[in-house]
């Protein structure tokens, strides 16, 4: 799939499965697809595919296989364990997943491709960002050129601007926090992206609380939980309630002071608009 629309085939027959059946047979047809995947996602980084990477990015949290309790779990693209939709410690499916019948747990190809190095790619966030508001745009196109605006009219339509990048963004920081972005790398394209956007205050500190929230939440929801097993893992570990705010990270960060590090850079970015 190194020519573009080789790729663009390919991408349009996964999208055009997935209003299908979506369940994929465990064993060599899933790691087959996981193969395909990661492939297809290395190309794209060679060329700067933003699009085709950011489709492979959603659709990898579609297809997935069904594991009984005694299959173990294997992250395919580099021998590891697994870090989120494998088993938990007690031998069952990981919290968060569907488990029918309580003997089977859901693995997504999402877990096979966290440790790809497209995701350590800074301009490849940047660029999806971009990506999805043009897109956005391109399905409610503007009518009438930015310059022939009367002044209350213009006000709207920097709103919608606005409220376009507040909505992309938002979707973005989800998917670096699915994908292990660290929270301190993410914090940092949060504060470029809203002060080079020009976002509003409310927007600004909006977002960093949901930014906040997915990393708190990361250790029991479907987002992963990093583990102490995790080699090279610059994920923030979940806490639990009496340890928020107190205890250092495993970069020797205390949660708290981080937080209160990137309030500042966000504050400093939207003051320099």
């Not at 996602?41 to 959603?58: P, R, T």
């Not at 509003?200 to 949901?210: F, G, K, P, T």
């Not at 610059?234 to 590090?261: F, I």
């Amino acid at each position: 799939c190194k020519e573009n629309e080789h790729r663009a085939s390919f991408v349009q027959a996964l999208n055009e499965r997935r209003t299908g059946e979506v369940e994929v047979p465990c064993g060599a047809t899933f790691d087959a697809l996981g193969e395909a995947f990661s492939g297809i996602l290395s190309v794209c980084e060679e060329s700067k595919d933003v699009k085709h990477a950011k489709q492979m990015m959603v659709m990898s949290d579609t297809f997935y296989c069904v594991r009984t309790t005694d299959e173990s779990v294997d992250d395919g693209m580099s021998g590891g364990k697994g870090d989120g939709r494998g088993k938990s410690e007690s031998g069952g499916a990981s919290e968060g997943e569907q488990v029918p019948g309580g003997k089977e747990g859901r693995e997504y190809l999402q877990q096979r491709l966290k440790k790809h190095q497209l995701w350590t790619q800074r301009w490849f966030w940047e660029d999806a960002l971009l990506t999805g508001v043009t897109e956005a745009f391109e399905l409610s196109p503007q009518d009438c050129p930015w310059e022939d605006l009367e002044e209350a009219s213009l006000h709207d339509h920097v709103l919608r601007v606005h409220m376009t990048v507040y909505a992309q963004l938002h979707a973005i920081l989800m998917n670096m926090a699915q994908f292990g972005v660290s929270f301190a790398e993410t914090s940092r394209f949060l504060a470029k992206m809203c002060a080079r956007s020009q976002l509003s205050e409310d927007q600004v500190l909006s977002l960093h609380d949901a930014l906040t929230s997915l990393f708190s939440a990361r250790g029991t929801s479907g987002l992963g939980r990093p583990t102490s097993e995790s080699q090279g893992d610059t994920r923030v570990p979940a806490q639990s309630e009496g340890e928020q705010g107190s205890g250092p990270r495993a970069d020797g960060v205390g949660v708290e002071e981080e937080d209160l590090e990137t309030r500042e850079s966000l504050a400093d970015g939207y003051n320099l608009l």
